[in-house]
């Protein structure tokens, strides 16, 4: 899927990949990298994260976020294929979420609900935010504003 930026020209969606450290290439029993796959939405962007977001990956996902940094786009993050996200990868969004409601954007971040992510990032505070749904279409259909106001409450979208 391809989507119109700015101005009217085409970017193809792009992918990274991190294999974490001590793995040449991953298996089926070792290892999964983190994938990131970007679509610029011209005022949003969306990007699609799976695998593990730890200390070595949470740089691939900061390398892959670097376009979208700028202000004025807001940003979805997919993260329901996420297995698991340890302290650097939660520094990485706190920092991106702080960063982006300074230009006056919004992060907004889609888990499965009951997930083991859902969980973690409800420990972190993250739910307090930031704005979490558990449907892309649903992140992606409530307008953008100001991101002042995640409240905590329950997270929005259905299943």
């Known amino acids: ?9 085409t970017r193809a969606p792009q992918t990274l990949e991190a294999t974490p450290l001590g793995s040449a290439r991953p298996s089926t029993s070792g290892p999964r990298p983190l ?4 679509v610029d939405l011209g005022s949003r962007a969306l990007l699609r994260v799976s695998g593990p977001l730890d200390g070595v990956t949470s740089s691939v996902l900061g390398e892959a976020l670097q376009p979208f940094r700028r202000g004025g786009q807001g940003l979805t993050l997919d993260l329901r294929p996420v297995e698991y996200i340890e302290t650097p990868g939660l520094r990485l969004l706190m920092t991106l979420n702080e960063e982006l409601q300074a230009e006056g954007c919004q992060v907004r971040l889609v888990v499965r609900q009951g997930s083991r992510v859902e969980r973690t990032l409800r420990l972190a505070g993250l739910d307090h935010q930031c704005a979490l749904f558990h449907t892309v ?7 953008s504003g100001p991101a002042a106001a995640p409240t905590g409450g329950p997270t929005r979208g259905g299943v």
């Not at 279409?137 to 307008?143: D, F, G, M, N, T």
Request: charged share 25%; glycine share 10%.
């Open 1 to 9: 899927m391809s989507a119109a930026a700015p101005g009217g020209t």
């Open 137 to 143: 279409r649903e992140a992606l259909s409530e307008p």
């Open 35 to 38: 994938r990131v796959r970007a």
